[in-house]
């Protein structure tokens, strides 16, 4: 299918190592979003790519966070150091953009454990 | 206060009965006005889309916005096991293109 598609589906790693989360949008969207989504809670925005323009970055949690997007498609979410307050579930939407945000499409979701 | 507040739940009814979930906001420059629904382990997926008040309806389902009192409703019509899943508000104002959530409320239609 044509939709967004994330990897790795699960990642085991130890506090203190870097992990990188991958997201493949919908061809021809020009807008991307990461959230994160632990247990019970919403989604929590992270960063938001939308064509050449400089992300908004507000939603990231701290300096250990960073994400980019290359030749305006895949976007690699990278988390350096991790710690155990940083397990969830990491979500990729893209979407054709416009006021509002307009429809995002999901992932399926990254799900990070840190032991 | 968050700005968009969700009872999580779980909210259990038998197959049939209709099913109201709300979310109340404080932002009230927030104009456009979603509901995803989110099966276990999947993403969000969009049901319905609205714009500024009023009412929407898409075969079952019916959403509504209050602006006046910064409150959205979503009614499912005789539901069904199906159904079972996580219902997420979200909502965005004019000038922005990154909705906010709300924590989702977990439904469970038993037949």
């Known amino acids: 299918g044509a939709g967004v598609s994330q990897s790795p589906s699960n990642k085991v790693t130890e506090k203190g190592k870097d992990v990188e989360l991958r997201c493949d949008p919908i061809?021809?969207?020009?807008?991307l979003y990461w959230y994160r989504q632990s247990l019970g809670q919403g989604l929590e925005f992270l960063i938001y790519f939308q064509g050449n323009s400089a992300p908004d970055k507000s939603g990231l949690p701290s300096d250990r966070f960073s994400a980019e997007r290359t030749g305006g498609s895949v976007s690699t979410l990278t988390i350096q150091r991790t710690q155990q307050e940083d397990s969830a579930v990491y979500l990729c939407?893209?979407?054709?953009?416009?006021?509002?945000?307009?429809?995002?499409?999901f992932g399926e979701g990254s799900r990070l454990t840190v032991l | 206060q968050k700005e968009v507040e969700q009872d999580p739940g779980p909210l259990s009814v038998p197959e049939g009965a209709i099913v109201s979930l709300n979310c109340t906001y404080s932002?009230?420059?927030?104009?456009?006005f979603m509901w995803y629904r989110q099966y276990s382990r999947k993403g969000p997926e969009l049901l319905m889309y609205t714009y500024s008040s009023g009412n929407k309806e898409d075969g079952r389902f019916t959403a509504q916005v209050d602006k006046s009192s910064k409150y959205i409703s979503l009614f499912i019509r005789d539901s069904q096991p199906s159904d079972s899943a996580t219902y997420l508000c979200a909502m965005s104002d004019g000038g922005s293109y990154i909705p906010t959530f709300g924590r989702g409320t977990s439904l469970i239609v038993h037949p």
């Open positions: 061809s021809g969207h020009t807008a």
């Open positions: 939407a893209s979407s054709l953009g416009g006021r509002g945000g307009g429809e995002l499409f």
């Open positions: 932002n009230s420059a927030f104009q456009y």
